[in-house]
């Protein structure tokens, strides 16, 4: 007696695959109507419109960058609360600290200080460089200039005196004066010859006044 019969067998087995082709095959056309209702592929991109469209993502590193940029008076601007501000004065002190002895001071973590001062780095916010204590060196006349020059020499002027290794800071300035300058000098005899050599030099000085510093009060740092 035959246990099967071969043709019954065949044809149950072609009725089983028909029934799995039509459920695989449903649920896969059912998948790729999905895919397609959130803009992906059939091989799981997005499509250019979703890509248009999908925000880039956002680590806390890169929210807490975007968060303190704000808008005031048309420009974008880096908004520092009140750690940042705490952490610049100690950095202003002395920029050779750890982040560890920083976070011993304000009482917060290494991680943290090492972070907030990476960010407010990166947004160009804070700079650490090297501070030169004029008098410590023998510089020990300190002088601040204001000059009057032809205004179509004074771009030819800040160049001039950019060059001045005397020079610490310049500007040019609104009133009578149109630049304003700093030096240090080892002596008198240094400021005269500079005064004689370089500040001379300048085309279109009309006239120049000499303020020498006595006693200095307030560091260069910015109230913040």
């Known amino acids: 007696m035959r246990l099967?019969?071969?043709?019954?067998?065949?044809?149950?087995?072609?009725?089983?695959?028909?029934?799995?082709?039509?459920?695989?095959?449903?649920?896969?056309?059912h998948a790729r109507e999905k895919l397609g209702q959130l803009g992906y592929n059939e091989g799981g991109q997005l499509t250019s419109v979703q890509q248009a469209c999908a925000a880039p993502p956002r680590t806390e590193e890169r929210s807490y960058t975007m968060d303190k940029l704000?808008?005031?008076?048309?420009?974008v601007i880096y908004e520092l609360d009140s750690l940042d501000k705490k952490?610049?004065?100690?950095?202003?002190?002395?920029?050779g600290q750890s982040s560890r002895t920083l976070a011993t001071q304000l009482n917060i973590s290494p991680t943290t200080a090492s972070q907030r001062i990476q960010k407010?780095?990166?947004?160009?916010v804070?700079?650490?460089?090297?501070?030169?204590?004029?008098?410590?060196i023998g510089l020990q006349l300190v002088v601040v200039f204001v000059c009057e020059v032809a205004p179509n020499k004074v771009s030819d002027a800040v160049q001039l005196l950019t060059r001045c290794r005397q020079i610490t800071w310049l500007s040019t300035i609104t009133g009578r004066w149109n630049l304003m300058a700093r030096g240090s000098f080892r002596n008198n005899e240094a400021l005269t010859t500079f005064l004689k050599d370089d500040l001379a030099r300048?085309?279109?000085?009309?006239?120049?006044?000499?303020?020498?510093?006595?006693?200095q009060h307030v560091g260069p740092f910015i109230p913040i």
């Open 87 to 95: 952490l610049i004065h100690l950095l202003e002190l002395d920029a």
């Open 4 to 29: 099967f019969d071969r043709h019954a067998l065949h044809a149950s087995l072609h009725a089983v695959a028909i029934m799995f082709g039509q459920v695989f095959g449903g649920a896969v056309q």
């Open 70 to 75: 704000v808008t005031l008076d048309g420009k």
């Open 120 to 124: 407010m780095i990166q947004a160009g």
């Open 126 to 136: 804070l700079h650490l460089t090297a501070r030169v204590d004029a008098q410590k």
């Open 202 to 215: 300048i085309e279109g000085l009309r006239t120049f006044e000499t303020f020498v510093c006595i006693e």
